[in-house]
């Protein structure tokens, strides 16, 4: 007895102090509501598994565990997906390809730095797939020549590091010597895939990647038909900094129902 006082007293004292520390900072309420988080996230093994479907997208309901595809909102009650007036693309020219059709489809999931580091374009405003698909969607296209570097399949996405942008772009983009990113390719209920890429790979611009889905290993609740598109600079060392992909597409992405037009026909 007297051996767990002595091991447990140091321990209560430490998440004491902890507890004071956090208090001060963000106060008592959210304090409590992270540990109560903590403490669930602990010991339901289930919860960060479970899978809530919908007629459209469900959103995070949860307090502070989850971040709806990556972004740095800790809380959607609801994510209402609203009737958003479609802005035609004015496309520039641009070093590499827009890599899907479809449409900027909420603020928070347009180019945020920092936060979502990439522009998600879905298949069309309501989360929908193609064709009324609940889970598939428009096809996806390699927006650059490279190799396959990555995939993880529980967020089904693809890295590719491209070849080295033409000289000629070096007033346009920040780096000539970029990867891209792919996310959510695939079906979140019976894990198929919708691309059949591997690492080492060689891609060829303009090449069918695969389709839109809407699995999510940072979201699994979320329900929207979309592509996750980012770019990210391998000229510098460390962990690559992501890019503003707009000047790489030519087509902006911090405008809510701006659309996006695949073209893949300069592969």
């Known amino acids: 007895m007297k051996i767990l006082i002595q091991i447990t007293t140091p321990i209560l004292l430490a998440i004491l102090l902890v507890f004071s520390v956090?208090?001060?900072?963000i106060g008592i309420n959210k304090t409590a509501s992270s540990i109560k988080v903590t403490f669930r996230e602990l010991f339901n093994t289930n919860h960060r598994n479970k899978i809530i479907r919908s007629n459209y997208a469900d959103s995070i309901t949860t307090n502070n565990i989850s971040n709806v595809l990556g972004t740095s909102h800790s809380k959607y009650s609801n994510l209402i997906l609203e009737d958003v007036k479609t802005i035609e693309p004015k496309l520039i020219p641009a070093p590499l390809l827009v890599p899907s059709s479809g449409i900027a489809g909420h603020k928070d999931f347009l180019y945020i730095p920092g936060s979502h580091e990439g522009i998600d374009i879905w298949t069309?405003?309501?989360?929908?797939g193609?064709?009324?698909?609940?889970?598939?969607?428009?096809?996806?296209y390699a927006a650059c020549s490279g190799i396959v570097v990555r995939v993880y399949k529980p967020n089904e996405e693809i890295e590719i590091v491209c070849d080295p942008i033409d000289i000629a772009y070096k007033d346009i983009v920040p780096s000539l010597q970029v990867k891209i990113l792919y996310s959510h390719m695939g079906h979140p209920l019976t894990h198929e895939a919708f691309h059949k890429f591997y690492i080492g790979k060689r891609v060829t611009r303009g090449e069918?990647?695969?389709?839109q889905g809407n699995v999510s290993s940072f979201a699994p609740q979320n329900r929207i038909v979309h592509l996750h598109f980012g770019v990210y600079d391998m000229s510098v060392g460390g962990i690559p900094p992501a890019l503003n992909p707009d000047a790489y597409i030519g087509v902006p992405t911090n405008i809510v129902g701006q659309f996006f037009v695949a073209n893949p026909?300069?592969?």
């Open 208 to 211: 069918y990647v695969g389709n």
């Open 130 to 140: 193609k064709d009324g698909d609940r889970f598939k969607g428009n096809p996806v």
């Open 22 to 25: 956090s208090s001060s900072i």
């Open 124 to 128: 069309s405003n309501n989360g929908w």
């Open 265 to 267: 026909e300069d592969k």
